[in-house]
């Protein structure tokens, strides 16, 4: 059992910045692939990014790409999600999961452990 805690959300005018952070506690954390997803109201939740266990491999969304940078310290198990140059339309409540095995993936279907969520807010 893996669970996770994200924070770092709040409300952040367009153009701004926020890092969440998602602390993991239980089994061991290198073990797990991360990834960021967000649901916004009326919206089915989509993929962010993700990382791999070591690291190495990096996926962003499009929406993403060049915006946002996902990291991770294996020493205090958590995961960072670095996003700037915010957007309207990035509001929505940003979710942390873990997924068993080292790559990590696009696909909700495949995280096997979920966090409750933190709300991002960007304002005009």
């Known amino acids: 059992q893996v669970q996770l805690v994200e924070s770092g959300g709040g409300l952040v005018q367009a153009g701004g910045s926020l890092r969440l952070s998602c602390a993991a506690s239980g089994r061991t954390f290198s073990n797990y692939a991360m990834g960021w997803f967000r649901q916004a109201p009326g919206k089915e939740r989509e993929f962010v990014a993700a990382i791999s266990w070591a690291g190495g491999i990096r996926k962003y969304a499009d929406s993403a790409k060049g915006r946002f940078t996902i990291s991770r310290d294996n020493a205090k198990n958590t995961v960072y999600l670095q996003m700037n140059s915010l957007k309207v339309e990035d509001t929505a409540v940003y979710y942390c999961?873990?997924?068993?095995?080292?790559?990590?993936?696009?696909?909700?279907?495949?995280?096997?452990?979920w966090g409750q969520g933190t709300q991002v807010t960007v304002s005009s």
């Open positions: 999961a873990a997924k068993s095995g080292s790559s990590p993936s696009v696909s909700a279907g495949e995280y096997d452990y």
